[in-house]
């Protein structure tokens, strides 16, 4: 069992940046990879961003590229989504996802296993 906590969420202006965190106390987090989604109240969940185990590959959503990226750090056992540029429309609950089984496409969202609570963004206008 593999536990997530995400954190950096808040209330921010349209255009301002946030950077989410998702972490995890345990070593073999590293080893999974890890997925960014986010949902709207009264919207379906939406699948935006993922990285692989080594950090190699990565998927960012067509419509969120050039505003967010993602990364991790294994030492720190962290996953990072930089968010930019951000739109009301951005308001959401954020959550991590990790997985020990991933397809081979990085914009599957199948295998997720593992989740975080969310994290709160709010981008008044």
């Known amino acids: 069992q593999v536990q997530l906590v995400e954190s950096g969420g808040g209330l921010v202006q349209a255009g301002g940046s946030l950077r989410l965190s998702c972490a995890s106390s345990?070593?073999?987090?590293?080893?999974?990879?890890v997925g960014w989604f986010r949902q709207a109240p009264g919207k379906e969940r939406e699948f935006l961003a993922a990285?692989?185990?080594?950090?190699?590959?990565?998927f960012i959503k067509d419509s969120v590229k050039g505003r967010f990226t993602i990364s991790r750090d294994n030492a720190r056992n962290t996953v990072y989504l930089q968010m930019s540029r951000l739109k009301p429309e951005d308001t959401a609950v954020y959550h991590c996802?990790?997985?020990?089984?991933?397809?081979?496409?990085?914009?599957?969202?199948?295998?997720?296993?593992?989740w975080g609570q969310g994290t709160q963004v709010t981008v008044s206008s």
């Open positions: 996802a990790a997985t020990s089984n991933p397809p081979d496409a990085m914009n599957s969202e199948r295998g997720y296993a593992y």
């Open positions: 345990e070593r073999i987090f590293s080893n999974y990879r």
């Open positions: 990285v692989s185990w080594t950090g190699a590959r990565t």
